[in-house]
């Protein structure tokens, strides 16, 4: 099952605009992590936001997290056409097996027009 | 230095045939994760190594899926009798260490994508 809901599901922009993501879970979590996925190959590691912090930054990348609303958001500032690809949320959810592993949503697709 | 590798990239098999996915996870993790990714979704969390021994497999769909990883480096992704449903992109993720039982950043590699005739 996946808890972390993606919105939207598909957003197009120009270059040079910014673009906004947002996330949705249903649990309680530790930490909520993006991830970016090109052509639907292998993910990269774009931020880490754990459960006591609000806002986060990394270059173009600014991470929020709310925890009573149970959401978060992505914002990529000055767009660029590289930035076109999928972005995953993942959140850490018990198994029920004795672990915490990552739960992905279904992703929002950014295409960066030139 | 290099990131997870995972062998081959893609896999055409027949409906009943058993096949292996190899992972390479990056040197020194000890944390390695299997996931399956259909079109259009997002990543689905199969199990999980920490070491040589399987900490979690609970995400594992059935008993024709099984997964190993004698040494504590490279694992390999069994399926036998494969189905149609089984197509997929299979990831590979590797991290330094659980963060006290929590997740922590994964290391993905670029995935072996399996369609099965």
């Known amino acids: 099952s996946q808890q972390g809901e993606e919105d939207p599901q598909a957003l197009s922009i120009q270059e040079g605009e910014n673009a906004t993501m947002n996330c949705s879970y249903k649990?309680?979590?530790?930490?909520l992590q993006w991830y970016r996925q090109n052509s639907g190959r292998g993910l990269v590691h774009l931020i880490l936001i754990r459960s006591n912090e609000r806002e986060k930054h990394s270059g173009r990348l600014r991470v929020t997290l709310d925890t009573s609303k149970k959401s978060s958001s992505l914002l990529i500032t000055a767009s660029r056409a590289a930035d076109t690809a999928s972005y995953f949320c993942a959140t850490d959810a018990y198994s029920g097996a004795g672990s915490y592993q990552l739960t992905f949503g279904k992703g929002t697709k950014l295409s960066v027009i030139p | 230095g290099a990131g997870v590798s995972q062998t081959p990239s893609n896999k055409v098999t027949e409906k009943g045939k058993y096949v292996e996915l190899r992972c390479d996870p990056i040197s020194g993790h000890t944390a390695l994760y299997w996931y399956r990714q259909s079109l259009g979704q997002g990543p689905e969390f199969l199990i999980y190594f920490q070491g040589t021994g399987a900490a979690d497999d609970s995400g594992l769909p059935n008993d024709r899926f099984f997964a190993v990883r004698p040494e504590g480096s490279v694992s390999t992704l069994k399926i036998q009798r494969t189905e149609r449903g089984d197509s997929a992109v299979y990831l590979c993720?590797?991290?330094?260490?659980?963060?006290?039982?929590?997740?922590?950043?994964?290391?993905f590699g670029p995935g072996t994508r399996l369609t099965v005739l």
């Open positions: 993720a590797s991290s330094p260490m659980t963060s006290g039982g929590f997740t922590d950043t994964q290391y």
């Open positions: 649990t309680s979590i530790n930490n």
